[in-house]
């Protein structure tokens, strides 16, 4: 976290310990002021930052704090409503249209969170992420119910529980939400969203202790709740004036070191809060029974979502190994065998030859290639390169090889030939195929090329003589006069 950032931090809690420090000494009313109306402020004051640093976004960053605006104005119209309550003295009147616009802002910074900050790579990533953040709500929503909300519910109404619950849910899917923000890869980068992750976890912490302080008959800022509820408050209207700052576009992909366990920490606190009770006498509440099995079930689902992530990864490892393998031993132009491929196949051709086999290896130079490069520009004599390796190809037989050497010259294996006769024949067929019209850069030219013949009787082991001599025929059928192919000779007679 940068340090005026950190230093805005720590006010903010310091302003919350004092409240806290504070509310014992003065009347109800006046405590609820002090802590309403702060809260109230800085939701409108975030409704005015979001908005502001929305106009210099787009996407999905200026969607996500216009969301955030929404989110700040419904919890400062709650807080308002709260203080309005409070300077009137009638908490009845106007306490129900609050927590609404609370338990709205909780369900419109949701999707400020989640739209703000970085994207997810892929489908099975967002699934992933979604069962995270429900199993820890289920966590969250165990724990609560353990410790809290069943004394409640269990003197609620039956009317009114659908209703409490439904007021509860937003502030726990927000905590599970801020949790797992805080651990994301990267979210160290984007300090901002961290905090309003932050501000709506404690959000959700009070409304907790709330309940449980008004279930015991204590008094409502008891537990540290005044400390919670302003630093909360005050968290969200700081953060709406630095949630886009450069250092908050990051991507996922770095290690969050410790932030990474802090989803595992409510599910660890949900299981011990289920099972200390249930070991000694025995029985689990059936909403506790529903929430664990649902909670086995979307583990079950996460682990087979890592299974397909897994095979995903594997499938995606192999592709790029074929295209770095392909790449290694492909012209990156033509697309034909390089020299480092040409030689491994050629030498493995050579060395289990049959006693009698013939082996013809020619080199083949295009006639008047640097002209084209001239006259015509590089894109053409790249052009021009593909089409002559397509050409010689196709005038190959199945088991030929031809590749690339480098700049216009060939090279191409022709196994188990007759004699002399029958390589330079294949030798006429490529000149044959390369001399057809061809259309490079909007100009017909017909090419033509030079080629130079050397055999190997048997298996070999000295592939470098036998270009060299193929070399050496090369030049001789360019002292012919070219476009013509020439079979190494070592007195060198044409």
Sequence with gaps: ??????????????????????????????????????IGVAGWYAWVGFRRQARAQRGRQRLGLHFGAIAGALLGTSYLLYTADAVIGSRSLVDGAADAFGTAAALMAMPAVLVAVPSFPNRIARATYAIDVTTVAGAIFATAWQLVLAQVFVGLHPGERGVFVLTILPEVIAAALALMLMSRPAAGRYHSMRTLAGGMGAFALAAIISVHNRTEGLTWYANGLGAV?????????????????????????????????????????????VAVPYAHTGVLNPVLIWTLLGTSVLAMARQFLNLLAVKALVTDLEEQRHRLDHLAHHDTLTGLPNRAAFYTGARAVLARAAPDTITAVMVLDLDGFKKVNDTQGHAAGDTLLIQAGERIGAALRQGDTVARLGGDEFVILVPEVTGLDDAVAAGDRILEQLAAPMLVAGVTMRVKGSIGVSVAVGPRDDLDQILADADRALYQAKDAGKGVVRCFEPAGRG
């Design 229 to 273: 509820y302003l630093i909360a408050g005050l968290a969200i209207g700081l953060v709406s004036q630095s949630a886009v700052a450069p250092e908050d576009n990051a991507a996922d992909g770095e290690p969050t070191g410790s932030w990474s366990i802090l989803p595992y920490l409510p599910v660890a606190v949900a299981l011990s809060s």
């Design 1 to 38: 976290m940068n340090n005026r950032l950190a230093a805005r931090v720590a006010a903010v809690v310091l302003a919350g310990v004092a409240l806290q420090l504070m509310l014992p000494h003065v009347s109800e009313r006046a405590g609820l002021i002090a802590c309403c109306l702060p």
